[in-house]
């Protein structure tokens, strides 16, 4: 069959909600969509984000004075069971991807929490507040975490026949997904005067690690890549074939609100970053990085920008604060393509 007898597809708008969206939620809304294709793309988006999303756990510690989950730690008010279960509740951030150690060390009377973790320098630690244990007056607990990635649920990892560790380690359950749910809805919306299209609104909820924005560009790349090899010839360029809705070809493309927009200068976005009037060092950084204008920044996350070589939380927080003088934040996922559509549409 010749490329003229395909029929097009419809070509969704996609929008985050950036009323509702932060570090652990966000509602992405894709509309419209060919009937049936809603149900379809959210429960195959929904399984992989529960199912694939690489994170990082603790799945194993040494916890001086003891050798088994079954002990009580000496000067230490929760038995070993209980201080494990408060464990698994540590949320890390993994900049690199990598297995690493942290530790832990306190003394005397006094509430350990996850602020006391001293993590290595890739792993950053979210929910600081956490309790771990209550030490007694005269009491001490030293705890050496190992964390490694993985994707899903992970059982303990012990060594097969061994009952006991020579370095004491005690092996746990693991959780390394940041999922911690994934809900869609799908409503019927109108192309024209058809009205059996869908309306898609997929909701996202993580731990803290990893935002909204970031697992679901995961997941697409994971099912894209695995559909790929579906493919016995060359794929049907559908997307050549595709456009927007006829009765939209004569409108703005995209209006201010549905972009996040409403009372930001949409021309500030293609200016270079020097509009924002950053500091020297936070402006070199940026450059270097490779993030020259403001759209670029403001399509970065804020893990993306802490990753820079020599960019800090000091030049971080000066950067949130310039662009919050323009209305402008991270992660605001916007399409330079809408953006020039817009602005040709003001001159025309």
Wanted: with cysteine; glycine share 6%.
């Amino acid at each position: 069959m010749s490329k003229k007898d395909y029929k097009p597809l419809t070509i969704p708008r996609i929008a985050w909600n950036k009323k509702t969206l932060t570090q652990k939620y966000g509602e992405l809304i894709a509309q419209p969509l060919e009937p049936g294709f809603g149900d379809t793309f959210g429960n195959a988006l929904r399984r992989v984000l529960l199912a694939a999303v690489e994170g990082s756990a603790v799945t194993s510690v040494i916890i001086k004075g003891i050798n088994n989950e079954f002990s009580s730690i000496p000067g230490v008010i929760e038995d070993a069971m209980q201080v494990i279960l408060n464990l698994k509740g540590i949320v890390i951030r993994n900049h690199e991807g990598k297995s690493g150690t942290m530790r832990l060390k306190v003394t005397g009377e006094t509430t350990a929490r996850v602020a006391d973790i001293i993590p290595d320098s890739h792993l950053e630690l979210i929910n600081p507040d956490h309790v771990i244990a209550h030490v007694a007056i005269d009491g001490e607990l030293e705890i050496e975490f190992f964390v490694e990635t993985g994707r899903e649920y992970q059982v303990a990892q012990w060594p097969a026949g061994v009952a006991y560790q020579e370095d004491n380690r005690i092996h746990l359950d693991a959780m390394f997904s940041p999922i911690s749910s994934v809900t869609y809805d799908v409503e019927k919306t109108r192309v024209g005067q058809d009205i059996n299209y869908d309306k898609l609104t997929l909701k996202i909820q993580t731990d803290g690690s990893e935002n909204p924005t970031d697992v679901l560009h995961y997941a697409v790349s994971v099912l894209r890549t695995q559909l790929e090899h579906f493919l016995a010839i060359a794929e049907i360029p559908f997307n050549e074939l595709s456009a927007l809705p006829a009765e939209e070809k004569n409108q703005e493309p995209v209006q201010l609100d549905q972009l996040g927009l409403k009372g930001v200068s949409v021309e500030l976005l293609l200016k270079p970053i020097e509009e924002l009037e950053l500091s020297v060092r936070a402006h070199n950084c940026l450059i270097n990085a490779g993030i020259k204008r403001v759209i670029d920044l403001v399509n970065a996350s804020e893990d993306d920008i802490l990753k820079i070589k020599n960019f800090g939380r000091k030049s971080l927080n000066e950067v949130k604060d310039s662009m919050k003088a323009f209305g402008l934040s991270f992660s605001m996922s916007i399409n330079e393509e809408d953006i020039k559509k817009l602005l040709k549409t003001r001159e025309d």
